[in-house]
């Protein structure tokens, strides 16, 4: 049935332990409540969403050093701006879906929504990059400082 939505719930299993459903009497009433039928179940594991410092580390370390090295790399500030233009050229290269335009046929690659980003998402995103930037734009981006807080 197409209009049968996707059932998801979150578990939790600790070193050890049990497999732990969170809502585990939500999710047997609305297994109980499906219609007869044969059905896939899948269970992936789950990642956290790229945190706050993930994307402060972003903005205020990987944009602004690549930024300055493109434009001494004979990009200009017509080809991007400002930080936020450099953002969606980034993602447009390096985190992109495939869209099928539905009429023609074209495959267009538009920008993914960085809030979507896991982790590691984030981490492997970072190190594209900086790999580009210290092969293309001659700019040695530095790794986050796991000791930033000592620093404060």
Known sequence: NRNMRTLKYIADKKKDGPFKIV???QMRQELNELP??????????RHKKASALQFSYLYS?????FL?????SGYTAEDFANVDELDVWCKTQWANKPI??????EVVR???????FTTTDEMAYCDILRDYASEYLGVFIPDPDPNWREKE
């Open 23 to 25: 809502n585990a009497d």
């Open 61 to 65: 370390v990987v944009y602004p050093m």
């Open 36 to 45: 007869d039928g044969r059905y896939d179940i899948t269970i992936k594991k």
């Open 100 to 105: 099928t335009n539905r009429h023609t046929g």
């Open 110 to 116: 538009v920008p993914v929504t960085k809030s979507k």
């Open 68 to 72: 300055v090295a493109a434009w001494d």
